[in-house]
Structures are given as C-alpha cells and as structure tokens.
C-alpha cells in the first residue's frame, strides 16, 4: 500500500493558518467529489444486486412455464413426448440453478452493497457532521474574538475585560478540539476510501467464483451426457426442417406455376361432375334484411349426409341450415345476379337462395343437392348410382317442344307397354319390395317441357291414312266434343311442368317418379320458366285452357285418366296419368300407351285431385239415375244445376299470365 503524502498536521489546528485553511479547503473538496462518486457507485452497485434477485425471481418462473407446457394440451402436439420430457429434465436443472442464483443474490448483499452502505453512514457522514461542528466553533471563536478587540483604551473595565478572556479561551478550545477531530477524521478518510472501494469488488468477485464453481460442478456432473443428446435431437429436428422447408418451397413453386385462370372466377376449364354426392366451397346467400330490402352474405357450405351445412368464417364448427332428403333445387333469376340456385325443402315452407362463384360451381351445386335429395348416399355404391343416374337424365332430359317420334337407339318402345310392367309388379306384389325407377319409366325417354302444338299440326297428321300415336292420349273427337249438360265446372291456375311417356297407369308410384326426373331434367338445363295456363274438371274431361286467348291447348276425356295424385311433401305439385293407343305396330286395336303429365298448382294438389275423383264419380253415376239422384243430394248445388265445389282461383291470374311466371317446385 503506498504512503500518504498529504495530511493535516495536527499542531496547526490551534494556530489555524491560512495555510492549514488552504490546506483543509483541499480535504474538504476531496470529501465531497467521493461522496458523489460513493452514491454513484452504490447505485450501479444495488442495480447489480436486484439484477440478480430478478435473475432468481425470472429463473424461478422459468422453471415452472417449463413443467406447464405438458398441461396445456395441444391441439397438434401429437409426438410431442420426447419434448415434453426433455422440457421437463430443464426445469429441474432451471430449479436448481434458481437455488445457486438465490445465494449469490444474498452473497452480494451481505459482501458487496453492505460495506459500501455502511462506509457512507459511518464514514461520509462523520466527516459531514464534523465539518458543521468545526463551523460552529470557528464562528464562535471570531464572535469572542470581536468582542475582545472592541474593548476600551482609556476606561478599563476589569470585570468586562475578564469576563471575555474567559469566553475566548472557552471558544478557542472548543474551536481547537473540534478542529483536532475534524482533522483526524480527513486524514483517515484517505485510507478507508481505499478500503470501501476494494471491499465491495472483492465481496462481489468472490460471490461470482463460488456461483461458478457451483454451476461447473452441477453441469459437469449431471447434464454433459443430457445436453448433448439435446444436441443432437435438436439438430435432428433442424435437418427435418430443413427438407420440410425444401419441399414446401418446391410445392409452393409448382403450385404457383399455374396459369392466371386458377385464380379467376368463372374461368374453369374442367368439365362439370354431375356425378357428386357431396359437395362443399363458398357461396352468398341471400337474407331478408327488411321488408323490401336484402343483403348476402359469403358463407362457406358444405353438405354432411343428407343435410346442407353453413360454417361461417372463423367458427369452429358447422351448423345444419336445410335438411337435404326430398327437397328440389332449380336455377332462379335474383336481383340481375349471376348463378343463382334455389334450395326448397319438401313442405315448400323454408327455402333458400345462394349465388355460385361460377358456372361450374353452379351446376355442381345444383346437381350435387339434386342427387343428395334423391338420398343417393344411402345406398350401398353411391358414386356408381349417380353415375348411372347422370347417364340417364342425361338422355332422359333432351327437350323437345313438339310430339316427336322416339328417335332411333331409345330405348325400345315395347318396354313401356303394360305386359312387361305388370308382370314386374305382379313379381314386386309377392316380395313386397317397391318397384324400381326402371321399372315404372323407361330410361332415356324424352321430356317435354312445354305445350306449343298448333291445331294445324294434328289435322295434318289425322289426314294421313293410318293413327299415329299420341303420346298425350287424346282424340280430335275427344277435344271438340263438348258436354252442354255438364254437371260439374271447376277451374285451376296451374303451371304446366313436363310430360313423359312412362311403362304403366295402375300406380301412383309412377306419378312421383315422373315428377322426380321432371323436376330433376329442368334443374339440370336450367328451365326454369313456366306458362301459366287454366285446368278445366268438368264431368267428362280435362282441359288446358290458354288464359289469354281461351284456346284449348290440349283435351283428355275423363275415362282416359287412369291415375292422379299429388305430391307427398310438396303439396302444390300434382300429376296425372292418361291412357291411349298405339298402333304403330299395325294392330288394329292399338296397344296401350300411358303418359304421365305434371303440374304445379296456385293451390294445394289434393284439391284437383280430389275434383277429378268427384268427377269421375259423376260420371260412374250418370250410368245409374238413382246414384245420380242421391249423389246431386248429398253436394250442394248452383243455381243453374252444377256441382258447386270450390270458388274460382282465376279471378286474379289472367291479367297476370302475360308474363311466364317463375316456378316454386
């Protein structure tokens, strides 16, 4: 340790020199900067010292963050095992070094920031106090001093003279003994500053080494072998990553490498899967926001069994929106939007209204909710019914708008004679099972969407020398024969959907699935556009009038229909079937031909129906006078001696029929 070379020398504090002051005023000065540098250094000293009570405070909540990742169940933490354990192996080794961190927190304290607190309250603060004291003893001493010098020449007053003696001599020995500590005080400040500065860095090196030494012994003794299987499970997972990432980048360049047309709506270049039975993507549905006001909203859909799905985005799950089995789909115009579709349940009481992105999503959509509806996913082989199914609506669905002879490659006529058919059912009758598709409408037979035959067109086909057949199964006698007598008039505004020749007319069964593949064919080319026309029921004939022109478009006398019925869900739908004759063969009989026609109604379908039933039972009872008789007692009468039944639904609908009107089947 070197010498001191400056000190204050205490035989100068009682003469008090200016050059002992001089000197002081260096001691003095020398005080204060290593006060100032005393608390700097005792901050940087006490930031280290809560560094490190963080550091143990941060390690402990380490370690336990580490023991909550097995708790919180991920979602994809599936081979997360060997990670769970590892994570499991740290914390411990967190744990124990939390404890090492703790006793260096408490080391540095006691060895570091204590020594240095302790040198400024004692050591600092002595001098502080004893330069104030020093102060106080001078001033007082020059106080006395003045007093002495300010007494008089001439007149002396030994009492005055005596009384300040005595006070300079009190005041310059308290002067003298303050000055002497003050003096002792500065002179030892020289050394101890040395010893507060290097006992605290010597404190702090020390609590480091010991931490150290600890940690080396814990690391070498117990985690060399673990953290090099760390090692190399972690670089393991780098290289997994690695190839991970090169293949995600070499399918994010093929995936890329596409044309521009992937990513334009309404661009596909694929051809349209009529054969799905499960479909999903994003569409708009439209929602009633007022009275007269909508709004759509993109939500994605999917189809889940028999049921239409709605998840909207960011949801965790999808809810059901529409029950799927038996419902009808067809294509509508909406608000000038593009591919619109409507969804309609069987009841006919909720339906829905969604756009597609593009043709293709639309027609897949159309035809995907149409073979859902036909509950196709039920069976055993789903793909290969929808198959057969497109196959034959696709041949089934050529639309004609005039009676067209069966052109060559159809199926052959003969099937949809009545021998073949009753010996089906009659074979369907012993085993109970319900007659298939096949069995009641030949496959490919055409549809005919519309009633558009002039008058001119079945007189020149009746000039020629032999019948031809009719598929509808009306006569020119049979049109223009009209009943003055007639007993019963009731008319029907209905919407003309299809006809088709089907196998027989002894079956409702026959009537639902001409309905079925009617509605089917419209869906799939998008005819959704019907005439309005009248349904006339009197007691010897059907009729379809021309609301405008009141033209008769076509006549079927009441002894042709063989069957009718109406929907079993969708209770606006009906449907009758009529009888004829074909002579194409040359027989003179003719070999009978059945038709099936369908309607939609303003009204419910069992009401026509039930008007035909009453029809026919007038006509069975005009064999008989006296059923006649008790038949026109049990109905109620108008005043001119017809069946009144219903009131007349048409009132409303002819000025309305200029229009083609948009159908709700």
Same mark, same amino acid.
């Given at each position: ?134 102060? #106080? ?24 003279? *005596? &009384? ?27 050394? $101890?500053? $040395?010893?507060?500065? !290097? ?19 814990? +690391? ?5 072998? #673990? ?70 909203? $993109? ?140 069995? !009641? ?27 031809? =057949? ?9 049109? *223009? ?12 505004? +209905? ?46 004939? !059907? ?8 033209? =008769? ?24 079937? +009529? ?44 064999? &008989? ?12 009468? =108008? ?12 009132? &409303? =609908? ?12």
């Amino acid at each position: 340790m070197p010498a001191v070379h400056h000190k204050l020398l205490l035989e100068d504090a009682l003469q008090d020199s200016p050059q002992t002051r001089s000197l002081l005023s260096v001691f003095e000065e020398d005080a204060g900067m290593l006060t100032d540098y005393t608390n700097q250094l005792l901050q940087s000293m006490q930031r280290v010292f809560g560094a490190q009570s963080e550091m143990g405070l941060a390690t402990e909540q380490l370690s336990r963050q580490l023991l909550d990742y097995e708790k919180k169940n991920f979602a994809l933490g599936k081979g997360d095992e060997e990670v769970i354990t590892t994570l499991q192996n740290f914390a411990q080794t967190v744990g124990e070094l939390n404890s090492l961190h703790s006793v260096l927190a408490n080391q540095m304290a006691d060895s570091m920031v204590f020594p240095l607190i302790q040198f400024r309250e004692k050591d600092l603060t002595e001098i502080s106090t004893l330069k104030e004291i020093f102060g #106080f003893a001078t001033d007082e001493h020059e106080a006395a001093m003045v007093k002495y010098s300010r007494l008089p020449k001439k007149k002396e007053n030994e009492k005055l003279k *005596s &009384d300040l003696v005595k006070e300079i001599a009190y005041t310059r020995r308290k002067q003298h003994q303050a000055s002497l500590q003050y003096y002792c005080a500065l002179n030892a400040l020289q050394y $101890r500053k $040395r010893v507060a500065m !290097l006992e605290p860095m010597l404190g702090y090196t020390q609590a480091q080494i010991s931490f150290f030494k600890k940690g080396i012994e814990l +690391v070498s003794k117990k985690m060399d072998n #673990f953290l090099s299987s760390v090692s190399n499970m972690t670089q393991n997972i780098q290289a997994q990553l690695d190839t991970e990432a090169e293949a995600m980048r070499a399918s994010q360049r093929e995936l890329l490498s596409v044309e521009d047309t992937v990513y334009m709506p309404d661009k596909d270049t694929e051809p349209v899967n009529r054969t799905l039975i499960q479909k999903a993507g994003y569409l708009n549905i439209r929602n009633k926001t007022g009275l007269v006001t909508t709004a759509w909203d $993109r939500l994605y859909f999917f189809t889940q069994g028999g049921n239409l799905m709605c998840q909207p985005r960011g949801a965790v799950a999808g809810g059901m929106v529409l029950d799927l089995d038996n419902s009808s789909v067809m294509a509508v115009e909406c608000e000038d939007r593009r591919y619109c579709f409507q969804i309609t349940s069987p009841s006919g009481k909720t339906s829905m209204i969604l756009q597609a992105e593009s043709k293709r999503e639309y027609e897949e959509w159309i035809c995907t909710v149409n073979n859902i509806s036909r509950q196709i996913y039920l069976t055993d082989n789903p793909e290969a019914v929808a198959i057969r199914l497109n196959q034959t609506a696709i041949q089934a669905v050529t639309p004609i708008t005039s009676f067209e002879k069966r052109p060559e490659g159809s199926p052959n006529p003969d099937r949809a004679k009545p021998g073949g058919v009753h010996a089906a059912s009659g074979g369907s009758q012993t085993t109970g099972a319900a007659p298939e598709p096949e069995d !009641l409408i030949a496959p490919g037979t055409p549809i005919q969407f519309d009633i558009m035959l002039p008058a001119s067109e079945f007189q020149d086909q009746n000039r020629t020398g032999g019948r031809r =057949t009719n598929p509808f199964g009306e006569t020119d006698d049979d049109c *223009s024969t009209e009943c003055d007598d007639s007993l019963l008039q009731q008319v029907f505004a +209905v919407r003309f959907q299809g006809s088709m020749a089907v196998r027989c007319g002894n079956s409702q069964e026959v009537i639902y699935e001409a309905m079925r593949q009617v509605l089917a064919a419209r869906a799939i080319h998008n005819i959704f556009k019907t005439t309005e026309s009248h349904l006339m029921v009197t007691s010897s004939s !059907l009729r379809l009038i021309d609301p405008q022109t009141q033209v =008769t478009r076509i006549c079927f006398q009441l002894g042709e229909v063989c069957q009718f019925a109406a929907h079993q869900e969708n209770g606006r739908l009906m449907g009758f079937v +009529v009888e004829g004759r074909d002579w194409s063969d040359g027989d003179e009989e003719g070999e009978p031909s059945f038709s099936a026609f369908v309607f939609e109604s303003n009204t419910e379908g069992e009401k026509i129906c039930y008007t035909i039933s009453l029809a026919k039972d007038i006509t069975e009872a005009k064999k &008989d006078p006296e059923a006649l008789a008790q038949l026109m007692k049990n109905m109620p009468l =108008t005043n001119d001696g017809k069946f009144l039944l219903l009131e007349p639904e048409t009132g &409303d =609908t002819t000025n309305g029929a200029e229009e083609d009107l948009e159908s709700e089947a």
